[in-house]
């Protein structure tokens, strides 16, 4: 299996391959400022949270998706993120269904599980390309990308339909593996850098 489960971890957060024993920590998480009533995001509300786990744990097993769940140091679950749309024979894949529960975002902790999974993508996977997938309307999401240092590729027009029955806009963005070395630095440096 590529890439096979691993468990991915610094000093501040933890990847841990996703499993049931993640639902009660994630449910509350999904709770945490009813992050599944964005209507341009597919976040679970806190009752499917048990269903979600179950279909990534799914596409694991037909090698489609490496599913993780975001944990604090004290080992708490606040959100879950995945290699999906995996591409061996290429060596491509997208970093998405990342979310997290609303007391973490905009802080530093998106930035470190996304060093976390580069690192792990372009050095021990031998990535050629990484991409990252967004709906259009979501402009939290594409800047939180594009301060990664992702390029964007395109937009794929009415790519996907939403719950709502609305059409998505899907915005790509890659990273290539010459531009890894740029990028880990520029991350590490907005890690390090001083918070006002």
């Known amino acids: 299996m590529w890439p096979a489960p691993i468990t991915l971890s610094d000093t501040s957060v933890t990847l841990a391959p996703l499993s049931q024993d993640h639902a009660a920590d994630l449910t509350e998480a999904a709770a945490d400022g009813e992050l599944w009533k964005l209507w341009y995001t597919m976040i679970p509300a806190p009752d499917g949270v048990e269903a979600e786990i179950a ?23 606040v959100g879950m993120t995945t290699y999906m749309n995996i591409d061996a024979a290429n060596k491509r894949l997208e970093i998405g269904s990342t979310w997290y529960r609303k007391s973490v975002q905009r802080g530093p902790m998106n930035t470190q599980v996304k060093r976390l999974m580069l690192t792990h993508a372009f050095e021990a996977l031998g990535c050629n390309a990484v991409e990252f997938r967004t709906h259009f309307m979501n402009h939290q999401s594409r800047a939180a990308i594009e301060r990664l240092g992702a390029k964007l590729d395109g937009v794929l027009r009415s790519h996907m339909v939403m719950a709502d029955g609305s059409l998505r806009d899907t915005c790509v963005y890659s990273i290539l593996a010459h531009e890894w070395p740029t990028v880990k630095t520029h991350l590490t440096w907005q890690l390090e850098k001083p918070r006002d």
């Open 55 to 77: 279909r990534r744990l799914g596409l694991l097993e037909k090698g489609a998706m490496l599913p993780f769940a975001i944990l604090t140091p004290k080992g708490q679950a």
